[in-house]
């Protein structure tokens, strides 16, 4: 049996709707998992040259540790998003001027991560420790402290961790490689408030796919109603 005309047409359009659809998550989704194109993406939205330093991936995330490869002052940490076809968008940039010894960024990934960097972490340093509220517990009205030790291999590193950590309530602390606790003093200059934060989109993707899909919806509906 064959199919009318205006059935025909009604596959059509909804098959012509998809393919647009998926050119458009291509399009937004296209930056190579690789260091070259992720450091083309961060210098076009911060305006300065870089260097990354170190690679996490959480989830479906991606995030990048990196320093101003020429004045080596400002330093930060990128969110790239994993999209379907394998290919990148970067999210976000969060940069500070001045280099502490353990840095942090804070991101949102179904819930707070924190990210810990050092991109010159000093020598003495062995390890060090971080005291966090536990989230599900605070939201229950009940305050749970809870501690995270992190050893420290090398002085470039990037560690993600599922916490809420956050500077104006919670402090670092240090120790040496036989885990002697060391002065925050000698390592702490003041956390620098001299940064900058940059969202590189507002998932407009998302928008413009669900009008098209909508409105391909709606032709073909009509055309299949049309044969009736």
């Not at 990354?52 to 940490?77: A, L, M, P, R, Y």
């Not at 509220?133 to 809870?146: F, T, V």
Request: hydrophobic share 40%; aromatic share 14%; with cysteine.
């Amino acid at each position: 049996m064959k199919m009318k005309k205006g059935k025909l047409y009604a596959v059509v359009v909804m098959m012509a709707t998809v393919a647009l659809i998926a050119c458009l998550y291509c399009i937004e989704f296209q930056v190579p998992k690789e260091e070259e194109s992720m450091v083309s993406e961060i210098e076009e939205l911060m305006g300065i040259p870089v260097d990354i330093i170190d690679i996490q991936e959480v989830n479906d995330n991606v995030f990048v540790s990196c320093i101003n490869n020429k004045t080596q002052v400002k330093n930060g940490v990128a969110q790239f998003e994993k999209g379907w076809n394998g290919k990148l968008r970067l999210k976000r940039v969060d940069m500070i001027s001045g280099i502490e010894p353990i840095s942090v960024a804070n991101f949102d990934i179904d819930g707070e991560y924190t990210a810990f960097y050092s991109v010159n972490c000093p020598e003495e340093i062995g390890s060090f420790q971080v005291t966090y509220y536990d989230e599900k517990a605070y939201g229950e009205g009940k305050i749970i402290e809870k501690t995270e030790t992190i050893q420290v291999t090398e002085p470039h590193f990037l560690k993600v961790m599922p916490i809420s950590f956050h500077f104006y309530s919670r402090e670092i602390g240090y120790f040496d490689r036989e885990g002697k606790a060391l002065s925050a003093r000698d390592f702490y200059s003041g956390y620098s408030f001299d940064g900058e934060s940059k969202g590189a989109g507002t998932d407009q993707w998302s928008v413009y796919s669900s009008i098209i899909f909508l409105a391909g919806l709606f032709v073909a509906w009509r055309l299949w109603k049309r044969e009736k």
